[in-house]
T-cell receptor
Framework: GQNIDQPTEMTATEGAIVQINCTYQ??????LFWYQQHAGEAPTFLSY????GLEEKGRFSSFLSRSKGYSYLLLKELQMKDSASYLC???????????FGSGTRLLVRP | SAVISQKPSRDICQRGTSLTIQCQVD?????MFWYRQQPGQSLTLIAT?????????ESGFVIDKFPISRPNLTFSTLTVSNMSPEDSSIYLC????????????FGQGTRLTVV
């Protein structure tokens, strides 16, 4: 079957670094995506990995290990506005549809 | 990136009625999807809206309950039929980008409450 696992909730301090992990099992693999979703809003795209390694984009980085079925999203220099849900999603086959994890609610405290 | 207009943004409906949600994209796209996000949960794919043919539904979703239209490459509708309180959710339209990442872009969603 296809499955995406990520922690339900995390708490971190403003200015710190937090790592949100995601493990996936899919039938085929065509990319791993991270989205940010603030309460009451639509998800917005953060990052994409299809090859092993680290992709850095400003304060956000995402890592992928295809052999381990594992990814993480790293948020540096946390800001209060980073409090949101972070959704891990995988594209299994070539049909373009995404399979989403349950999301990780991140609370950034002063 | 694609700009997606979805309406209505929210609605409160009586049980047993139907609601049609519209999704308009500012450019032609091949792939359009409809997702449901129940309170406090992540996104679940309802179906892929195919232009010129019947939508492809995911397990647990059927055409009689969620009929979908896709008359052209920029527009789609999702109808939630014979609604019950369990249908109270956010419904999101999504399209695929054409850039390297082909990430999905989302409309702002329709917050549906069934009473």
């Amino acid at each position: 079957g296809q499955n995406i696992d990520q922690p339900t909730e995390m708490t971190a301090t403003e200015g710190a670094i937090v790592q949100i992990n995601c493990t996936y099992q899919t039938s085929g693999f065509n990319g791993l995506f991270w989205y940010q979703q603030h309460a009451g809003e639509a998800p917005t795209f953060l990052s994409y990995n299809v090859l092993d390694g680290l992709e850095e984009k400003g304060r956000f980085s995402s890592f992928l290990s295809r052999s381990k079925g594992y990814s993480y999203l790293l948020l540096k220099e946390l800001q209060m506005k980073d409090s949101a849900s972070y959704l891990c999603a995988a594209r299994g086959d070539s049909s373009y549809k995404l399979i989403f994890g349950s999301g990780t609610r991140l609370l950034v405290r002063p | 990136s694609a700009v997606i207009s979805q309406k209505p943004s929210r609605d409160i409906c009586q049980r047993g009625t139907s609601l049609t949600i519209q999704c308009q994209v500012d450019s032609q796209v091949t792939m359009m999807f409809w997702y449901r996000q129940q309170p406090g949960q992540s996104l679940t794919l309802i179906a892929t809206a195919n232009q010129g043919s019947e939508a492809t539904y995911e397990s647990g979703f059927v055409i009689d309950k969620f009929p979908i239209s896709r008359p052209n490459l920029t527009f789609s509708t999702l109808t939630v039929s014979n609604m019950s309180p369990e249908d109270s959710s956010i419904y999101l339209c999504s399209v695929e980008g054409t850039g390297r990442n082909t990430e999905a872009f989302f409309g702002q969603g329709t917050r549906l409450t069934v009473v």
